[in-house]
Each structure stands twice: as C-alpha cells, then as structure tokens.
C-alpha cells in the first residue's frame, strides 16, 4: 500500500501544533482527517489550506470525551476503509495548585487526554491491524516526563498515555504497527502565547529559544513514515535540551 493511498486522523488537528502535523502529512501523502472538537470551521480551514496546496484532507468535529459520538464519527469515517495513521493530539491544560485544584479541573483535563485516547484509539486498532500496518504516535508533554507545578492533573493524565503507549505497543509489535508518544516542551503556539517570557524561556531551555510547531510535525512525520518501523514503545521528548 503506498502512502497516497493511506489515511491518517489527527485529533486536535485545527491548533497549533496539530495543524502542522496534518500539514507534515499531507505533504507526505497521506490523506489527511484534520479534527476539531468543536469548532469545525477552523478544521475546514485548515483541510481546505492542504487541498489548495495539492493534498488531501477533509475535516470532521466529534467530542473525543464522549464515546458515542466518537464511535459514530468514526464508524462513518471507517466506512471509506481502515486509518492507518492516528495522531492523538487532542487535550487541554486548566492549571492550579493542587491543594486549589477543583474536582471539575481534575476530571475535564483527564478525560481529554485520557479516556479521549481510548474513545479514539481503541475503535480503529482492529481496522489497523487488519492491514498489518499502522502508526499510533500521542503527543504528550515534558510535565509527563519531569513534573511541573500547577500541573499535577496534566501531568497524570499526559504520563498516563506514557504507560498505555507502552503496553499497546507490546500488543501490536507483531502486526506492523508501530505505537510511540512525543513529549514536547515549551512550544510556540496561541496555546502557550503570553505563558513564558523570553527571559524565562533563556532560563528553562538550553538552547535559549521555544521550539516550533514544524519541528514537532517534523518529528510525528518521521514516526509516520517506513523509516521509522522499527521504533516503538518510545517516549521521544523534544524540548531544545530541557531534560
């Protein structure tokens, strides 16, 4: 199967960071699924930016924290045939202290990240190892691998698709399906826009700069792609020498 004739979803695909990892791979080739939660205009946005440049992309809106919705979007996405790529890109972030920290900021941020990579993920593994071919990468965060105040739900739940990354990719090594998480650190998004001065930045990263939504596509690309078949069950940080 060539790459032009597979698909790939990425989650979370209308933001920052995700936007760039469906422009990755559209330019690769793959047929490109770009999801938003809600706000499908900016996915539409987005999958008609990668047509007028000569890919293929479409744009679909599901809540990934609820599971019937996101088993219909994607029952009616199978029907065109199996994803062989899944980027699970979607989560959100409501930072406070713990001690301060409501129940509703601890359960939302989980279930995103958390039970939004089960709804998602476990619905196309079979389709995928069907065609004894696949992909699953998650991005995560450097919080998951070193810890951050005020970010004691984010961490869990980013740490949390560490361990599961692990134990899929156990499961699937056999069927040609490769499973790996990308934890960025400080990125330049709207998301992060306004949370990390220039002089902190010079503190906290090594290499004196945030890193770019392109370089975090470019890694997810890599993943994506042949090259990377025998890469698995890693956890592949990318944060200018953060950790």
Known sequence: MTTSSRRALVTGGSGGIGSAICRRLAADGYSVIVHANGNLEKAQAVAADITAGGGQAQAVAFDVTDAAATAAALEALLEHGPIQVLVNNAGIHDDAVFPGMQLAQWQ?????SLNGFFHV???????????????????????AVAGNRGQVNYSAAKGALHAATKSLALEVASRGITVNAVAPGIINTAMTEG?????LINQMVPMKRAGKAEEVADLVGFLASEQAAYISGQIISINGGMI
């Open 108 to 112: 939302r941020v989980l279930d995103v």
């Open 121 to 143: 993920t476990q619905p196309l593994t079979m389709p995928m190892i069907r065609t004894r071919w696949g992909r699953i990468i998650t991005i995560t965060s450097v919080a």
């Open 195 to 199: 949370s990390f001065s220039a002089e």
